[in-house]
Nanobody, 124 residues
């Protein structure tokens, strides 16, 4: 089992940047594929980015390609989401998630563990 704690959210102006972190407990972090999702009020939880166990494979939602970068540090047991050129439509609660399978899924139901979320608000 793994416990996930997100941090780094906040209020930023459009065009600005934020870096989210997700710290994982346990000694098997490198065995989990990791993902970032987001959920705006009244909307479904959407895939943002995912990264394979080794970090060699990444996948992004079309809406964030070229602006967001996912990375991981298997020594520090942390996954990151660097968000640049932020837009008001990026406003949401951002969640990190872990799955025990080797595939970078974009479907929330394929993930086994979730953090509590961190709020990102982008003002226009």
């Amino acid at each position: 089992q793994v416990q996930l704690v997100e941090s780094g959210g906040g209020l930023v102006q459009a065009g600005g940047s934020l870096r989210l972190s997700c710290a994982a407990s346990g000694h098997t972090f490198s065995s989990y594929t990791m993902g970032w999702f987001r959920q705006a009020p009244g909307k479904e939880r959407d895939f943002v980015a995912g990264i394979s166990r080794s970090g060699s494979i990444t996948n992004y939602a079309d809406s964030v390609k070229g602006r967001f970068t996912i990375s991981r540090d298997n020594v520090e047991n942390t996954v990151y989401l660097q968000m640049n050129s932020l837009k008001p439509e990026d406003t949401a609660v951002y969640y990190c998630a872990a799955n025990r399978l080797g595939t970078v899924f974009s479907t929330p139901s394929r993930y086994d563990y979730w953090g509590q979320g961190t709020q990102v608000t982008v003002s226009s």
